[in-house]
């Protein structure tokens, strides 16, 4: 079953807008929540994680909200930019433990940023 | 300081051939894993090598198996290739602490496999 569930499948913003997309989990024992962008033929690079003791973590244009309660996190992307088209992943794990680093991805979601 | 690095860039192969792919990790890196992402989708985990050792595996047949070098680098073999089998495999390296924590896992460009 899907460990992460994400939304929207695909985005279209337009340039200098906000973008954002959602994620939501099951497993309480997830303990470190990454955000990987993927453009086409590439691998994931890593964007920006975050941790359950906080709750918001910015960095640059890009802002990861967590809701530990609802077991949602989101990402948000200020002033969105035609190349930050791109696909973007979000996914959990737990850092310790028997699944020690796995990772558990969301299907993905295509933003596209039109000028 | 290179990243994670993977080969070949692309491989076709026919229905029941074998096929070997190669990662070298991360400088620094002693943990590898192995990712399956099929066309639209997330990337899948495959296993995890940790001291040349299979450290944990996802819900793949034997058909996948691996192999960790003394340097950290690693193999991944797949058996009988199916139609199915069509995927980018990526490979993750990362370190670990101990036997209790990770770092943050870092990705090679992956492997663009092809299956007629």
């Known amino acids: 079953q899907q460990q992460v569930k994400q939304s929207p499948q695909s985005l279209i913003v337009q340039k200098g807008g906000i973008s954002i997309i959602n994620c939501a989990y099951e497993n309480t024992a997830f303990d470190y929540f990454p955000w990987y962008q993927q453009f086409p033929g590439k691998g994931p690079a890593l964007l920006i994680a975050?941790?359950?003791?906080?709750s918001e973590k910015k960095e640059g244009r890009f802002t990861i909200s967590f809701n530990k309660s609802a077991k949602q996190f989101s990402l948000h992307i200020m002033d969105s930019q035609p190349g930050d088209s791109a696909t973007y992943f979000c996914a959990a794990s737990n850092d310790r433990g028997s699944t020690l680093g796995r990772l558990y991805f969301g299907r993905g979601t295509q933003l596209t940023v039109w000028p | 300081d290179a990243g994670v690095t993977q080969s070949p860039t692309h491989l076709i192969k026919t229905r029941g051939q074998q096929v070997t792919l190669r990662c070298s990790p991360k400088?620094?890196?002693?943990?590898v894993s192995w990712y399956q992402q099929a066309l639209g989708q997330g990337p899948q985990f495959i296993f995890q090598?940790?001291?040349?050792?299979?450290?944990q595996r996802g819900n793949f047949p034997d058909r996948f198996s691996g192999h960790q070098f003394p340097n950290y680098s690693s193999e991944l073999n797949v058996n009988a290739l199916l139609l199915g089998d069509s995927a980018l495999y990526l490979c993750?390296?990362?370190?670990?602490?101990?036997?209790?924590?990770?770092?943050?896992?870092?990705f090679g460009p992956g492997t663009r496999l092809t299956v007629l």
């Open positions: 400088s620094g890196h002693d943990t």
């Open positions: 993750a390296s990362s370190f670990v602490y101990g036997t209790s924590s990770t770092d943050t896992q870092y």
């Open positions: 975050i941790r359950p003791d906080v």
């Open positions: 090598y940790y001291e040349e050792e299979e450290r």
